[in-house]
């Protein structure tokens, strides 16, 4: 029995993967930040202590940093959905996969959204 060997016109990843691989690469720096926004110390006598700084913070400099928490959330979303609109674009072949990782990253900042709107 002779196997089929499929040729494919496609010689490597052309303009639009590269930018999905960028918009990959884009919203994995996000959900770092957002981690680093969200494990910053409560107070800001734990923030002078942990950083030895001199300088004070107003009283509300932990939730001016969860909006932009927030904000950033809404970004990774719309990258997400951004991204798996271009892929759906290029999705001709049946051995296309949509990437896995804008997927669970889009749904989890969806989820944070939410969750922030509503507690």
């Known amino acids: 029995m002779e196997e089929k060997t499929i040729h494919h016109r496609r010689k490597g990843p052309d303009r639009l993967?590269?930018?999905i691989n960028?918009?990959?690469l884009i919203s994995f720096f996000i959900v770092f930040l957002i981690i680093i926004i969200v494990l910053?110390?409560?107070t800001s006598q734990q923030?002078?202590?942990?950083r030895k700084l001199d300088a004070s913070y107003g009283e509300n400099w932990k939730s001016s940093l969860l909006q932009?928490?927030?904000y950033l959330m809404?970004?990774?979303v719309l990258i997400s959905v951004a991204g798996l609109?271009?892929?759906s674009a290029r999705h001709k072949r049946r051995t296309d996969r949509y990437p896995a990782s804008l997927i669970t990253l889009g749904?989890?900042?969806l989820i944070g959204v939410v969750l922030f709107i509503v507690l």
Request: charged letters at 10%; proline letters at 4%.
């Open 47 to 50: 923030l002078l202590d942990y």
């Open 85 to 87: 609109i271009i892929r």
């Open 68 to 70: 932009y928490a927030l």
């Open 40 to 42: 910053l110390p409560e």
């Open 107 to 109: 749904i989890l900042s």
């Open 74 to 76: 809404i970004l990774q």
């Open 22 to 24: 960028v918009l990959i």
């Open 17 to 19: 993967l590269i930018l």
